[in-house]
């Protein structure tokens, strides 16, 4: 299960607080990933957050994580909602 779970996908948060929230990985960590959404969640303090409580929606963003900023992860995020495969 972790395989599919790497730095650079985007995951829809399934339980907790964040239920339904659009994120980007940005490391794991174990059973662990650190996800990030440039608003509420930012690179500086990404969300930990257990991989049975994420829905895999993509595997690849084809970002640059080594020097993500906010501003990069907003304006993925917000194309990838404005694209058809979206749910």
């Known amino acids: 299960m972790t395989k599919y779970y ?8 399934i339980a907790g607080r964040e239920r339904g929230g659009i994120f980007l990985i940005v490391n794991t960590i174990g059973n662990y990933a650190y996800l990030v959404n440039g608003k509420t969640r930012k690179v500086e303090c990404p969300k930990k957050k ?9 595997k690849n963003s084809n970002l640059q ?4 900023t906010n501003e990069d992860v907003i304006k993925l995020l917000n194309n990838y909602k404005k694209s058809i495969d979206y749910k």
């Open 6 to 13: 790497s730095s650079g996908a985007i995951v829809k948060s």
């Open 65 to 68: 994580m080594d020097n993500v």
């Open 50 to 58: 257990n991989f049975k409580h994420l829905y895999l929606l993509e």
